[in-house]
């Protein structure tokens, strides 16, 4: 019961150390598992959809309180070479559907589908292109995107598959915005680009007069040899309805584009992503309806656990109310918590037990030790060295004296003091039944 009173009485006191204690132990767990400041964003070149959308991104995760560093490169290709690298420092990126699979990229995971990536093919206008008969590109002047560039690879593959190899024409490595500046001025013939309708570059060459976009009609065929290829439509005059710029409808080959993160990217960080890309994509465009992307399909890389969350229950409830990382240390900090507060719990409990049997040992001590010397002087050992023993009795009283003992326990104290001058007056002659039996 005294245990249980003190505790009553300085409960205030023991629930600060409890919570300091807790405290010091979920930060010590927590810090650690914070999400960082800064993350690393590979896009693309100049001019390309991965170039132009990056910034975006880099300003709506600002928002959350997170550096992006986006870093340009020459497209899909070394942006999954750069994801690939865990000596890189690079976490996230944009690659073309695809590109990769499962087994070359162990370590990477996709956070979904976010646009479409259409292969555009421009050329000057006199060159005829009669149900795309590429052959017309032998002995031209070709860009075919800088070296890394999912540009690039998605062309010679087409190129290849139409019987037409790299040697029969001149290839020329030039960024979107580039090749568009270089066809505009008549220095190259044709240009492939794989970019996105809101890149201006498109808008432009769709607008020019002695530009013109070639269709595909064959498209079902290459999406059935290439099953991460989709059919789109550019409508009749949608570049420009005053010119009716293009003159007739053209049937495109579109990838789609993945966010691509390594696996061992915060979840918060993916969450703060896919959030992003919610704002970003999910307006409707001439390829996509509204909401349709980000898209939830596993494209040359599996969905992490966050993305497969996210697009079946959206952003979890903390990360609406509160920031970023407030909401992961609160989340982490009930992880924490909850299963010390179940140790502390009955621990609680006990210590009114602990701390009684505690102070009670203190008080029991000196009685085994004044046992001890009633056994001596009921053997009459203690007549031989009365001296002795009295200093015996002095120094247990005085470290009786010297109890600390809450008021709680003054009785016992008070208690064990008398029983010490019935032991000395039983050494000094007095034969009542020894103490310890009564």
């Known amino acids: 019961m005294a245990g249980r009173d003190y505790l009553r009485d300085n409960r205030v006191l023991v629930v600060i150390v409890l919570v300091i204690l807790a405290s010091l132990c979920a930060a010590f767990l927590l810090l650690p598992s914070l999400p960082p400041r800064t993350i690393v964003m590979v896009t693309g070149p100049e001019g390309s959809a991965y170039a132009e959308v990056g910034p975006r991104y880099r300003e709506i995760l600002g928002r959350a309180g997170i550096e992006v560093k986006l870093l340009a490169t020459g497209g899909a290709f070394e942006n999954l070479s750069l994801l690939r690298d865990s000596h890189s420092g690079v976490s996230v990126g944009f690659i073309q559907g695809g590109s990769t699979t499962q087994k070359e990229s162990p370590d990477l995971v996709s956070l979904g589908a976010v646009f479409y990536e259409p292969l555009w093919l421009f050329h000057q206008r006199e060159l005829e292109f009669n149900g795309l008969n590429l052959n017309t590109l032998r002995g031209r002047k070709v860009s075919i995107g800088p ?26 490595a030039l960024s979107p915005e580039g090749a568009g500046r270089k066809l505009l001025n008549r220095e190259i013939d044709a240009a492939f680009m794989v970019t996105s309708w809101d890149s201006m570059v498109v808008r432009q060459l769709l607008a020019a007069e002695t530009v013109e976009l070639a269709s595909f009609p064959r498209a079902d065929a290459y999406v059935a040899l290439y099953p991460f290829l989709n059919k789109v439509v550019v409508p009749t005059g949608v570049g420009d309805l005053a010119t009716n710029r293009p003159a007739s409808d053209k049937t495109l080959l579109a990838p789609k584009a993945v966010l691509a993160v390594r696996k061992d990217v915060h979840p918060a960080i993916q969450y703060a992503l896919l959030s992003a890309a919610t704002e970003i994509h999910a307006e409707p465009g001439i390829f996509q309806r509204a909401g349709q992307f980000p898209m939830a399909e596993v494209i040359s890389l599996p969905l992490s656990d966050e993305a497969q969350r996210f697009h ?35 621990l609680l409990r006990f210590i009114p037990t602990l701390y009684d049997w505690s102070m009670r040992s203190k008080v029991f001590r000196l009685y085994g030790e004044m046992r001890f010397l009633e056994l001596q002087i009921d053997r009459g050992d203690a007549e031989r060295d009365r001296n002795a023993t009295a200093a015996q009795l002095d120094r247990i009283e005085q470290r009786a004296n010297q109890l600390k ?34």
């Open 147 to 172: 070296e890394g560039s999912g540009t690039r690879a998605l062309s010679l593959e087409l190129l290849r598959r139409n019987g037409i190899p790299q040697d029969t024409f001149e290839p020329i």
């Open 312 to 346: 079946k229950s959206g952003r979890p409830f903390l990360q609406h109310h509160f920031p970023i990382w407030m909401a992961v240390l609160i989340e982490r900090s009930l992880v924490v918590l909850i299963p010390i507060v179940g140790l502390l719990y009955p």
């Open 405 to 438: 003992m809450p008021k709680a326990y003054a009785s016992m104290v008070y208690s064990l003091l008398g029983h010490i001058a019935l032991v000395r007056q039983r050494l000094k002659g007095d034969q009542s039944p020894p103490l310890m039996r009564r």
